[in-house]
Every structure is written in structure tokens, then in C-alpha cells.
């Protein structure tokens, strides 16, 4: 008798990356207690990306808590050519980050948080730059506001209830 696997219903392949891990302790009468935190970027490198934020007790821990929060929190993003439609300012909290849309061939010039969402975003060329505050949880928060406020030709043709041909010109 022969048994056939059964497909299984598989998620695409996530690009996951560790932004930045973070140790705190806390003093108690026995000594010092270790806890850790983790801010963790996910994406399908397609237009697809997500952060969380993970905190345990150990590093694993906290990077399996962040990944499984990123995934909670997929948003998409419209790509034209490796790159993004227009510019734009991503602002949250202190955190300000602008992107700016670059031609082929420039790679990703960015910072280290900013950086880390790109490259799980699926983005190949883009300047962008940290304006404020460089703590790596605003950075990436600002940056997905930024993406997350962009829209293509297709999108604000749709909105405004006209051709692509009509807004382009």
C-alpha cells in the first residue's frame, strides 16, 4: 500500500530580519534579572513587509515572539521597478524618514533599521535618510508609515475615476 504526501498548504518565503536586540535588567533582592527584546522586520521581498516586537526572558525567545508579531502585521506596498513611485516622508513619534525613489543600478542607500525594511520589502533602489530621531523602533515605524502612505499611477487613477493615461499626461 502506497501512501502519497499530501501538499501542504505553504506560506511564501519570508525574509526575516533582526533589527535590533535589546538588553534590559531589572534589579531584585537576588541580583540582577535579564530580559530581552527584539524588533524583528518580515517581508516576502514582493511588496509585502511587517515589524513586531518580541520580549523574553532569552534572545530566541524574543526573536520567535517578534517574528510571529511581524507576521500579524503584513502590510503591502506598491513597487514600480524596484523602487517607490514617488517621494515621501514617513513620520512617527520623534522618528522622520524620507525616501526618495532612485534609477536602476543605485542599490539601497539607507541606514541600518531603514535598511533592513527594504530589503524585506523587495525594494532594490532607494536613497532614504533618517531626519530626527535614530532610535531603530521609530526609524522602522516611521519608515512603514512612509510606505505604507504610497500610492501608484493605477491607485490614484482609480481613486480620482479616471484613465492612467489622463494623470500622466
Do not use: W
Not at 50 to 74: F, Q, R
Amino acid at each position: 500500500m502506497a501512501y502519497e504526501k499530501t501538499p501542504r498548504n505553504e506560506a511564501p518565503e519570508m525574509i526575516e530580519k533582526v533589527v535590533y536586540l535589546n538588553r534590559v535588567s531589572k534589579t531584585v533582592k537576588g541580583g540582577r534579572v535579564m530580559k530581552f527584546s527584539a524588533l524583528v522586520v518580515v517581508g516576502d521581498g514582493k511588496g509585502t513587509v511587517g515589524y513586531g516586537l518580541g520580549k523574553a526572558a532569552e534572545v530566541s525567545e524574543a526573536i520567535l515572539k517578534g517574528i510571529a508579531d511581524a507576521k500579524k502585521n503584513l502590510v503591502k506596498v506598491s513597487i514600480v521597478n524596484g523602487t517607490i513611485p514617488h517621494d515621501v516622508v514617513g513620520i512617527f513619534g520623534a522618528g522622520s524618514v524620507m525616501l526618495k525613489p532612485a534609477p536602476e543600478g543605485t542599490g539601497v542607500i539607507a541606514g541600518g533599521a531603514v535598511r533592513a525594511v527594504m530589503e524585506a520589502v523587495g525594494i532594490h533602489n532607494i536613497c532614504a535618510k533618517c531626519l530626527r530621531s535614530n532610535n531603530p523602533q521609530n526609524v522602522v515605524k516611521a519608515t512603514m508609515e512612509g510606505l505604507k502612505s504610497l500610492r501608484s499611477v493605477e491607485q490614484i487613477a482609480e481613486i480620482r475615476g479616471k484613465s492612467v493615461e489622463e494623470i500622466v499626461g
